[in-house]
């Protein structure tokens, strides 16, 4: 196994250290997912504009976080679902939501099963979504600006999933609680 370094704000390469910092002030940690990012700045600084504008994005908060666990379990992605489930839960989002979605299984709420689902078909199908499926997620009540909120949540997903792929990257503390398996 490839051994990727875990950086912190203080031995990262020079370029990354200000978004390491920034990261903790933030989160009160540097992610050890950030500081194996550190070691191409332009990765963490792509990953890091991707959340940024993800969070601005037109979806409702329940339904960002839903996108976001879904396509990590999706991605078989096991750092991915346990930080994100542990987000979701500090966002209220429901236990019996994070739940189904950590199990891959379809949530009780139709607007936030059309997330699931249309997330879930976005990552299984690399985007190459049926219309049908895009109708059912517009007539769940969403636009077409959100379908495409959809897809800036999976590129971001996509981004750190990868990553965690192929560093391996040790879960957090912070995760630890919300541990997955796929």
Request: glycine share 6%; hydrophobic share 45%.
């Amino acid at each position: 196994m490839i051994d990727f370094r875990v950086y912190d704000e203080s031995d990262a390469p020079e370029a990354a250290r200000p978004m390491l910092e920034a990261a903790k002030k933030r989160m009160g940690f540097v992610t050890t997912l950030n500081g194996v990012m550190a070691e191409s700045p332009e990765l963490l600084a792509g990953y890091n504009a991707l959340a940024e504008q993800f969070g601005k994005s037109s979806l409702p908060l329940q339904a960002k976080q839903v996108v976001l666990i879904t396509a990590s379990v999706e991605n078989g992605c096991e750092y991915c679902v346990a930080a994100h489930s542990t987000l979701a839960l500090k966002a209220r989002v429901p236990a019996e939501v994070v739940a189904s979605l950590r199990a891959g299984k379809p949530l009780q709420e139709p607007g936030l099963e059309a997330v699931r689902r249309l997330t879930q078909l976005v990552v299984a199908q690399r985007g190459w979504v049926d219309d049908a499926d895009i109708e059912a997620f517009l007539a769940a009540g969403y636009t077409r600006r959100q379908v495409l909120d959809v897809v800036l949540g999976v590129g971001m997903k996509t981004l750190s999933n990868y990553t965690n792929h192929i560093a391996h990257t040790p879960l957090d503390p912070a995760w630890q609680d919300q541990e997955w398996s796929r």
